[in-house]
């Protein structure tokens, strides 16, 4: 092996460089076998005028190690003199680590911007990771021991809830009992006291019928009462002008004995006489007035007992009228209780019928939640079913993927100098935003990079970039891929270059920059790519055609299989396993599909033999050629995966 190779990354030179690939005549006379056995097996084969397909099964053993996927194209040699760098991605700068005139070593830092959302998306691909593994694990091994007690614990609360149900539809049947008696209690207890305001109400009409017997109407108890006041006013008046007479002759009579007594003073006979018959004049009169008196006092007391009588009785008429009235009231009230306390026995039952309804009901779930546990419990504690266990697999491998992103986006945040080199220029400073788009090279030897390489840099878009670099040793490659294959390169990736002026030479180097816009020659849609030389050649020359191969994908340790034994994609995958004489078809979940080989992440074990399709060798086509399924296959080292030869020829690694 070259010193060249030992620049490529670990593994490259094991697995991608077989040491018989270094002499030319081995590979030669090989290839002078084949087709001669080819062509002896067209002869025969014309001869006999049919399709002629081997009788032995063709097989590969399932073997663990390396699975590269790569591109290849072919390009010119140029000198490198100058070469932009970006960022991959914008963002602020943070640290400016070169300034212009500065010598710079390959790999030393020139500069970084803000990582803080790339460390973000660092911890978030982790923890998805984490999750994927814990999935996975989860899936391999069913319930741990604290999940099973936690179910255990679910299916008890489960059947506490049915026992739950079963004294709430207990407790809501006594209640239904209750509430039937107590609306019934009610409705009787108001037809009752309505019977009792009835038999009040009758005894109250009979006492206001005999209270009318004197008076039908409380108008004529007032008229009469009005009538007595009038009478009695009258007989007060009259004793009090009886009263006032009876005072007048009180004071004639005293004027008269006055008049006597001095007419018996003076002893004067004629007056005496006078005065005495005029003094028993006014004793007459005043004993006349007593009696009229007394008469007065009498039909005033008659009069006043009749006003009293009168007043009682328009006082009965009156306070039978609201007894009646009231009791007529009681009455209506009695029938709206009535009719209340039958509508309440209405809605009570209604709702204890709801209420009866709701419990059933709630007893019905808790029973369904029962089984509905049992049926979870018995689901998560069963064996994981091969779907179950390829996506677990599946989403281990995208987890793996995205942190492997998520871990070069992060160190893209960094910009190193990809190579050793003079800094001609630096654009930008701390806290400016870094524009990001990549780095690109230019070369004064060839216009078709510069032409081809834009959109993250190029010769004329240098000015814009955040470090120009000059004076750089070494050349390098401008390959165009075609438009499938141009997707797939990123600055950074490894890549061997071989040149036909030294076929026996494979050099090491790696993507400086892929061109943002297409090449159109002939129809034909190209993207420039410009690959960096990782040491110097003094052999190499400008204008060299070179051949360059780029590693697109690796899967380190892992089971693969040929890349012809494998039926569909991904966790839909199959292949045909040979077992004592037997073949199954088994499902399988397939990983990266390297240039011949294909990585199996789960469904096979190393050691196993799996089917390959068969080849046939047809006479018709043209003369000498070979026909059918071209082959491919895999190194047997632990680090293997065996490149494949254009045409169909490969798999002679392994």
């Not at 990983?591 to 074990?605: P, Y």
């Amino acid at each position: 092996m070259n010193a060249i190779t030992d620049r490529l990354p670990s593994g490259l030179t094991a697995r991608r460089l077989p040491h018989w690939l270094g002499h030319v005549g081995f590979v030669n006379a090989l290839l002078a076998a084949l087709l001669a056995g080819a062509g002896v097996g067209a002869y025969f084969t014309v001869g006999s005028g049919g399709t002629t397909a081997t009788g032995a099964v063709r097989t590969a053993t399932v073997t663990r190690g390396v699975v590269l996927s790569t591109i290849s194209a072919t390009g010119t040699l140029q000198a490198a003199t100058e070469l932009s760098l970006n960022f991959a991605s914008s963002g602020e700068l943070t640290a400016v680590k070169v300034a212009a005139g500065r010598h710079v070593k390959k790999g030393q830092v020139l500069g970084k911007i803000d990582a803080t959302s790339a460390r973000q998306a660092v911890s978030q691909a982790e923890a998805s990771l984490a999750s994927a593994n814990a999935n996975l694990q989860t899936t391999l091994t069913g319930e741990t021991a604290p999940q099973r007690a936690q179910d255990a614990v679910s299916l008890a609360q489960a059947r506490q809830s049915v026992a739950n149900a079963k004294t709430s539809l207990a407790a809501t049947k006594n209640s239904i009992k209750l509430d039937k008696v107590t609306s019934a209690a009610s409705l009787t207890q108001a037809k009752k006291q309505l019977a009792t305001d009835q038999s009040q109400l009758q005894t109250d009409l009979a006492k206001q019928t005999t209270d009318s017997a004197t008076y039908a109407t409380t108008d004529l108890a007032a008229a009469a009462v009005t009538a007595d006041k009038a009478k009695v006013a009258a007989d007060q008046a009259k004793q009090q002008t009886d009263q006032q007479s009876q005072l007048t002759w009180q004071q004639q009579l005293s004027g008269d004995q006055a008049l006597l007594k001095t007419a018996q003073t003076s002893n004067d006979a004629g007056a005496i006489t006078q005065y005495t018959n005029a003094t028993n004049y006014d004793q007459g009169a005043l004993n006349a007035l007593a009696k009229t008196l007394q008469s007065d006092g009498f039909t005033i007391t008659q009069d006043q007992n009749q006003q009293s009588a009168d007043q009682s009785a328009q006082t009965a008429l009156t306070s039978d009228a609201a007894a009646v009235k009231a009791d007529q009231q009681k009455i209506a009230q009695d029938q709206t209780g009535i009719t209340n306390a039958a509508n309440s026995q209405t809605a009570t039952r209604l709702k204890d019928q709801q209420s009866l309804h709701s419990a059933q009901q709630q007893l019905a779930s808790a029973k369904l939640g029962i089984t509905s546990a049992q049926a979870s419990i018995a689901l998560k504690q069963a064996p994981p079913t091969p779907s179950a266990l390829a996506g677990a697999h599946a989403q281990v491998l995208q987890a793996q993927i995205s942190l492997t992103n998520a871990k070069l986006a992060l160190a893209q945040t960094t910009l190193r100098a990809p190579i050793a080199g003079v800094v001609a220029a630096v654009s930008g400073s701390v806290g400016s935003q870094a524009s990001g788009g990549g780095s690109s090279a230019t070369s004064a030897s060839s216009s078709a990079a510069s032409s081809s390489s834009t959109g993250t840099g190029s010769g004329s878009s240098s000015s814009s970039a955040f470090v120009t670099l000059t004076n750089l040793k070494g050349m390098q490659v401008v390959a165009g891929f075609a438009e499938t294959d141009a997707i797939k390169i990123q600055a950074g990736q490894a890549a061997i270059v071989t040149v036909d002026a030294l076929p026996s030479e494979q050099l090491a180097a790696h993507v400086l920059s892929i061109a943002g816009t297409a090449t159109s020659s002939s129809s034909v849609v190209t993207y420039n790519a410009v690959f960096a030389l990782d040491r110097n050649e003094p052999k190499l020359k400008p204008g060299m055609t070179a051949n360059v191969e780029v590693v697109i994908g690796e899967a380190d340790n892992v089971l693969h299989v040929p890349t012809a034994a494998v039926r569909g994609s991904g966790s839909s995958s199959t292949v045909t396993v040979l077992q004592n004489g037997t073949q199954k078809s088994v499902p399988v979940v397939a990983g990266l599909q390297g240039d011949s080989s294909t990585a199996v992440l789960s469904g096979l074990k190393a050691g196993q033999t799996v089917v390959l399709p068969s080849v046939s060798i047809s006479s018709s086509g043209t003369s000498g050629q070979l026909g059918g399924t071209s082959t491919t296959g895999t190194t047997n080292t632990p680090r293997g995966g065996g490149a494949g030869f254009p045409g169909g020829f490969g798999g002679f690694g392994g």
